[in-house]
């Protein structure tokens, strides 16, 4: 039985994700901040015939972390799918930026995928074949922000939010590139994924893209198994240019 992790998993893309993990069969415990939130979704998901756990999951919460990893220790015995989904968006202008703003975005975007991916890497390594999927962004892309015409730099408020996804890229490649050198890991297959721009709380909904569509990226990696890439920056339809 496959045992999945999805952060951020109560509403929108991570909801999504949990529920196309287990049509696929997969055991998924749906980590959402509020846990009265994740319990009315899994009970949604639940009423579809689905296998869902709701568990309290602050991101940033060392407590909350360790407390989902002993819980998958006494129940499971191993983590085949760490899906970092949960994220913040903050809106502020370059000219505007302070360094607050920034620790706020890193906190929820970078550090917390950190702090999850460390505390899970024993249950990880108990699995065949396991996946850590760090949900990024488009905008994390340098070479589309740069590109004449961009949206990307048009958007002068996403400044915390995309260099924190940006990062996120290069701590993926660089888990990526570490484990496969290392006998422990090898078997790892760590990857970023950006849904496009999708229908959400962070953008008030204004996406042309649904959750669903969004999703999609995640669950075709995961269902590559042992065959799926590591290392990579992906979209729906491919490598994402870096």
Known sequence: ?????????????GREIARGLARRGATVLLGSRDLALGEKTAAELRAEGLAVTPVRLDVTSAADIDDVARHLETRHGKLDVLVNNA???FSVEPAELTAEHLRRAYETNLFSVAAVTHRMLGL????????????????ASLALTTAEGSQFAAATDIIAY????????????RYAS??????????FHVNAVTPGFIAS???GHTGP?????????????VAQGAA?????????DGPVPW
């Open 124 to 139: 990880l390594r108990a699995a065949e074949a396991p996946h850590v999927v760090n949900v990024a962004s488009t905008s």
């Open 1 to 13: 039985m496959i045992t999945a992790l999805v952060s951020g998993a109560n509403k929108g893309l």
């Open 228 to 236: 799926a890439p590591t290392g990579t920056f992906l979209n729906e």
């Open 201 to 203: 709380d962070l953008n």
């Open 209 to 221: 893209r649904t959750a669903e569509q969004g999703a999609r990226v995640v669950l075709d990696l």
């Open 178 to 187: 570490t484990f496969r050198a290392d006998p422990a890991y090898a078997h």
């Open 87 to 89: 994220g913040a968006r």
């Open 162 to 173: 995309s260099s924190s996804k940006t990062a996120l890229v290069m701590l993926t490649i």
